[in-house]
């Protein structure tokens, strides 16, 4: 018996060491650098990986496969050594090893080289996420968590290509932008932002302390308890609501119709909003909220002011991405309190893409407990795979996760409470992986269970589909089938549900957004179900099903009473124009009330119009254009500034200086930070009277794909947002209406600074203190030399400048930067804020 028992502890033992690794994963380290771009002349990258063996270890020669995430496409096939290179779906990508490989000496390294398309020229570019897989441990990933981006320290690293003459916005550059803006004294900075229709100052002040009460119109108890909840922040007390004309503060009705407008009018004696609609109230309590000091106490001097207000726009929008990379509920409360501040009244919520599904639906689990999460497996029936350097892990907060219902519920109810509505966003047909691949799994465990019927119900791929495609994000495998009826049937679902989650919350639903942006050449050409569906209605081919889909898609919504909502490419149908294929604005959709989001304004690339194009053939439009309000696009053109830059580069100035029905009066520079050359706009349309009637307003962006924790979201988003909520409520300023040029271009000089003062020392240093803080960005310092001193400027009036001279870190107690600095060796500066927090460190040598 113990003979037996003994055997049975050596067979079971020598199937663990069977399945265990014969190498830990953490015995790697790994590296990677840009090698050269404009590889061999073409739109190119040569990059390296290096893998080192800190082990005593070898590191086998086969079985294992190594994986990567990388935002560039990976040319598969024999990167040398031994190794092959493949594309897995999407991000990510592997090297696994072939019979040539002779494994890793302890001590010894690898080079891989590898070539990626496009260029790689900063931090976010780089690949993520790396893990192993042992052969022997299919369904197991192993995180490598050593593993570093090398910095470029040449040129060819940094240029896109070897004609690229300005790989990098220098410290010289940023000087010469901050030297034109003016310090303006805080006691001349108006104090309230947005800028309102009418703004007046007066001597005086009136003082809030905890014995002031607020009285209200019965219409308007829930805007006195979010007033009364604001000033307990502010005198660490609660202060009273009183129904009728009682109180130092009164908010009023009045007569006035339109929705959000108010007056302010303040005295020795108290405030008074007035407004005809408990929006206008809520805007007044925002721009009173404003006149408060950012230090709390006992008591607060308030100054007086008088203001008429009202939006520009009806719709303000701010789009979210929680699909690419997640952010939890209690962020995105925090984001919609910062707009509310800022007088935004949307909030797209992007809550589904190809790398994730992020909210609850009752009686399709799956989309959440699969479309929800991302892991390394061997299938994707649990999890889908990892993107974005989430790594294998399901615990990844940035991979994986979603809103339940109760959560959703939630946010509805706190953003309604704020005058926000929640527009909720399902990708389709395109972008939609996380939802096909989750019914594919819900498919499998169905049929497991004998139940056909039900496994076929939600089903979104044809199985016998054999189209050959790949999206923009390199997916495989990504698109709706649209000749699927339960395609049709899991919409109405999603609706249903979505519909009965916001009429719950006492927020009804009446827009949804439908995606219907980037779906690949190539799809359904080769499904059996689409070819019998083109055949039965007389359709000229794949292209026709989009519409037929999206017409289909605009019936289930308008039936439920919702306007549609979609991306650009909704409003478009592709034709022929001598001889090459063209998007022109569709006529199918333009008399349905249907509004879109026009993105593609990149300027330089040849549809800087396409906003125009749309309005004038009588789409809703919202102005949401990649050029001036694409928060995931870099500050500057910096290698370690983070974000994207395949629009351009994104500065606090870009959303300021956007004019909404002239866009291209005050367009300045390309895709590239270079000057845009004269004659760029020739030819292309202008807004008609028409179409400016159908601008429904102003949208900024942040897409995730490199925004992975709420200091990253923050920092993209701040302090941008304040820019764009300039733009979307104020008139319009009299630079932009100003047609001599350079008297323009003076106006918009004082116009500029004057705002850059008041973001500087009003607006982040109250945000410094709003919900515990919010990490907007800190500028890096512009710097020149000059008869051998560093001259050097920043960006944001009031933060202070410190440095160095020995080499060392610039800390809060460094010196402060006063006058031009004499060095010897390089002299090393970073910006501080009110708060003591720093932004990112420059060197430059005098």
């Known amino acids: 018996m113990r003979f037996r028992f003994t055997c049975l502890l050596m067979l079971l033992s020598g199937i663990a060491m069977a399945q265990s690794p014969a190498f830990p994963a953490n015995g790697l380290k790994v590296k990677w650098e840009v090698v050269e771009n404009g590889y061999q002349g073409k739109p190119q990258t040569l990059s390296t990986f290096t893998f080192i063996n800190k082990t005593k270890q070898a590191f086998p020669a086969s079985g294992w496969t190594f994986f990567f995430t990388f935002v560039r496409y990976v040319s598969p096939g024999d990167a040398g050594n031994g190794i092959q290179v493949a594309h897995v779906n999407g991000p990510l990508a592997t090297f696994k090893p072939t019979a040539g490989f002779k494994g890793i000496a302890p001590g010894d390294s690898l080079k891989i080289n590898v070539v990626s398309v496009a260029w790689v020229t900063a931090i976010t570019d780089g690949p993520e996420g ?32 070897a004609a690229d003459q300005h790989p990098q916005t220098t410290a010289a ?8 803006i003016k310090d303006v004294p805080l006691d001349q900075l108006p104090k309230i932002l947005p800028t309102p229709v009418a703004y007046e100052e007066k001597p005086g002040a009136f003082t809030i302390n905890a014995n002031t009460a607020i009285g209200y119109h019965p219409d308007f108890k829930q805007e006195a308890e979010y007033l009364s909840a604001v000033l307990k922040d502010a005198l660490g007390k609660p202060v009273r609501i009183v129904a009728g004309n009682e109180g130092a503060i009164r908010l009023e009705k009045n007569n006035d119709t339109a929705t959000g407008a108010y007056s302010l009018s303040g005295s020795s004696n108290g405030y008074v909003i007035a407004s005809g609609n408990a929006a206008g109230i809520f805007y007044g309590i925002q721009s009173l909220r404003s006149l ?23 719709f303000r ?21 910062l707009m509310a501040v ?6 797209h919520l992007h809550m589904s893409d190809d790398e994730g599904w992020r909210v609850e639906i009752p009686g399709l689990p799956e989309l959440t407990s699969v479309g929800g999460r991302r892991a390394h497996g061997v299938n994707e029936l649990e999890a889908l795979q990892p993107s974005y350097g989430s790594g294998p892990d399901v615990v990844n907060t940035a991979g994986s996760g979603f809103y339940t219902r109760a959560d959703y519920i939630e946010i509805l109810r706190f953003a309604r409470q704020r005058h926000i509505k929640v527009i909720p966003e399902i990708e389709m047909p395109g972008h939609a992986r996380a939802a096909i691949k989750s019914m594919d799994a819900r498919y499998e465990k169905l049929m497991k269970a004998g139940k056909t019927a039900e496994a076929n119900e939600y089903r979104l791929s044809d199985p016998d589909d054999k189209s050959q495609y790949r999206s923009v994000q390199e997916w495989k495998d990504n698109v709706i089938n649209p000749a699927l009826p339960s395609a049709y049937k899991f919409m109405e679902k999603v609706v249903d549900e979505l519909v009965a989650m916001h009429k719950e919350a006492g927020a009804p639903l009446d827009i949804i957004h439908m995606g219907g942006d980037e779906t690949p050449a190539g799809v359904w050409a080769k499904s059996p179900v689409c070819q019998a569906l083109i055949a039965k209605e007389k359709m000229s081919g794949p292209d026709d099903l989009w519409y037929y889909f999206y017409d289909r898609i605009a019936k289930i919504v308008n039936q439920r009473g919702l306007q549609l909502y979609g991306w650009e490419e909704a409003g478009m149908r592709k034709t022929r124009r001598d001889g090459r294929d063209v998007m022109i604005a569709n006529p199918d959709f333009g008399n349905r009330n249907f509004q879109l989001d026009v993105w ?51 500065d606090v100035d870009k959303p300021f200086y956007f004019i909404p029905f002239d866009l291209y009066k005050n367009a300045k520079e390309d895709d590239q930070g270079r000057t845009l050359p004269p004659g760029t706009f020739v030819g292309k349309d202008r ?27 923050e920092y993209l988003l701040l302090p941008k947002l304040i820019g764009m909520a300039e733009r979307a409520w104020a008139p319009d300023p009299a630079w932009a209406r100003e047609k001599d040029e350079a008297a323009a271009g003076r106006l918009y000089q004082e116009a500029w600074s004057n705002f850059i003062n008041v973001v500087a020392k009003r607006e982040l240093p109250r945000l410094t203190r709003l919900n515990g803080g919010y990490l907007y960005r800190i500028p890096t310092a512009g710097a020149i030399v000059e008869n051998g001193k560093v001259l050097a400027n920043v960006q944001l009036p009031g933060m ?15 010196p402060v930067y006063t006058e031009p600095v004499a060095a010897t060796g390089a002299v090393k500066l970073k910006v501080f804020d009110s708060a003591g927090r720093g932004g990112r460190t420059i060197a430059v040598q005098p």
């Open 130 to 161: 790396p893990y192993l897989v042992w052969d022997q441990q299919p369904a197991k990933g192993h995180a490598i968590t050593d593993y570093t981006v090398v910095p470029p320290t040449s040129d060819k690293q940094l240029r896109r290509t």
């Open 173 to 180: 550059e940023i000087y010469q932008r901050n030297a034109r």
């Open 292 to 314: 408060l000091s950012t230090a709390k106490g006992s008591t607060i001097s308030v100054p007086l002011v008088d203001v008429k207000d009202q939006p520009r726009f009806g």
């Open 317 to 337: 929008s701010m789009m979210i991405d929680v699909a690419r990379n997640f952010q939890s509920k209690q962020q995105l409360l925090k984001v919609i309190d």
């Open 342 to 347: 800022y007088k935004l009244n949307v909030l």
């Open 600 to 650: 593609n304004n990149v300027m330089g690339g040849g549809m800087e119009d396409l906003t125009y194009r749309l309005a004038n053939a009588g789409y809703k439009v919202v102005l949401s254009g990649v050029s001036n309000y694409y928060f995931d696009m870099a500050y500057v053109k910096d290698y370690y500034e983070p974000g994207f830059y395949w629009g351009g580069y994104v």
């Open 687 to 713: 807004l008609t009277e028409y179409g400016q009637r159908n601008i429904a307003g102003v949208q900024a962006a942040l897409w995730s794909e490199t925004v992975k924790t709420p200091a990253q979201q």
């Open 800 to 814: 202070v400048i410190r440095y160095t001279t020995d080499g060392k870190e610039p800390t809060a107690k460094s």
